[in-house]
């Protein structure tokens, strides 16, 4: 389990590492992941600009859209999303990688991550989310 996870990690961090260094850019793109459990479905998104990233988590399974910001840094977000995933995976079903062939690992992984292109008005929902927390 825990080599799942520091791959998950690996791949979503260098992944978003190769969006923010291409003709993207990070100011208006991200990078949304879906994440299953027992009793939900939701989504991490890495989103920043300049050299700082957020990692939101967004839960749409209520009546309301809930977003919490639990890392704003410009380091500290790949450890983040690593704990994030390791204090989630009793939860988070990592079914996609035991005993898997790695045909089978890359199809999974590329229909639960995306590459979004963030509207000004999403922008500034993720930045008044994360005021609300850091200020």
């Known amino acids: 389990m825990i080599n799942a996870i520091w791959m998950l990690k690996d791949v979503l ?3 978003y590492d190769e969006i923010i260094n291409s003709d993207y850019g990070a100011e208006s793109y991200g990078l949304l992941v879906k994440l299953v459990s027992d009793h939900q479905h939701y989504h991490m998104l890495i989103y920043g600009n300049d050299n700082y990233k957020g990692v939101y988590i967004i ?3 209520k009546e309301k859209v809930e977003i919490e910001c639990i890392c ?3 380091s500290g977000w790949r450890t983040t999303i690593e ?5 989630n995976s009793n939860s988070i079903h990592f079914d996609m990688f035991p005993n898997r062939i790695m045909y089978e ?7 639960s991550i995306a590459v979004v292109n963030l509207t000004n008005k999403q922008k500034i929902v993720l930045i008044n989310v994360r005021k609300k927390k850091y200020g």
């Open 13 to 15: 961090t260098e992944l």
């Open 59 to 61: 839960d749409n399974n």
């Open 72 to 74: 704003y840094h410009d």
């Open 83 to 87: 704990r994030f995933l390791f204090e």
């Open 105 to 111: 690992v890359v199809k999974k992984l590329t229909r």
